[in-house]
């Protein structure tokens, strides 16, 4: 018998967002479990369960399922473990498709929620006929899924394609996080606008912009979109250099893997044009010859709010 749904999870650091998805794409029931408030890893899979389950069984029961699939955070494909993630609760090495495997009964696949996200575009996004392509997602941070020849690249030991790491400004601006400095993520993601709106008025003190009417600590990557789309000068600046640094990096990345398309993806997309033509532009210019004028650049058409559970559910279902 043809299985007709799968169930999606994204594991976050404060909320476990899970789903009924069916082959077309379209969720069909979902909820959501705090993921912060669980001292032990299957406490959290208990309080899920309890809430799934009836879900599972309005749409007909387990039979009709072809498994569970999961993003988060430090997800490991190849083992189902979920290692040293510095935004969950539980600590170490956590066995978490195992775990939840045994609690269902039904199969159960995990990676890391960038690359749940490139599957979820392969299976119902705009990417659906093409077989070479990396989505990069610009939320808080940076992630990325690589996909080479119609599968997402992994590497020896599971970790593979974490762009938003890679070093783009040696030496340069420092990631909290990582302790790494000049990284992807600490410049091109909001975290990144609202750092570098603060340097900038910071080293320009004179300068007059409607950024100055907030407080440091209500500057946002919304609101310097807020004012950039007013005219302001510091504003659109602080999306002409973001845009710059991403587009030098979106250059590597193209001639490392020569996708035919790069999605973008997240928060920070709302920004449109003033993001994506600076980094159009500064892709282009950093590119050999051989590569201009062939990669195209698209933002996701997957709604936001289901994308993570769309991906999720994308692992299971060629099983």
Known sequence: MLKKYAVGIDIGGTTAKF???????????????????HAVVEDFIDDMYA?????IDKVGGIDNFVGIGMG???????????????NLKWKGIIPIADLIEKKFNLISRLTNDANAAAVGEMMYGCTKNIKHFITI??????GSGIVIDGKILLGHDGFAGELGHTIIRPGGRLHKST??????ESYASATGVRETAIEMLTAQPETESLLRNYRINELTS????????QG??????????TGQILGESLANF???????????????????????????KHMEANLLPIYQNKVKLLFSELKEADAAILGASALVWNL
């Open 254 to 280: 193209v001639m490392f893997s020569s996708p035919e398309a790069i999605i973008l993806f997240g928060g920070l997309t709302k920004a449109g044009n003033l993001l994506l033509n600076p980094t159009r």
């Open 51 to 55: 809430k799934l389950m009836p879900m």
């Open 222 to 229: 919304e609101t310097v979109y807020d004012c950039a789309m």
């Open 179 to 184: 302790g790494m400095r000049g990284s992807l």
């Open 72 to 86: 988060a955070p430090n997800g490991n494909f190849y083992t189902g473990t979920i290692e040293y993630a510095p």
């Open 137 to 142: 997602t610009l939320g808080t941070g940076v």
């Open 232 to 241: 302001d000068n510091i504003a659109n600046r602080i999306f002409e250099f």
């Open 19 to 37: 789903g009924i998805v069916d082959r077309n794409g379209k969720i069909l029931e979902q909820d959501r479990v705090p993921s912060n408030e």
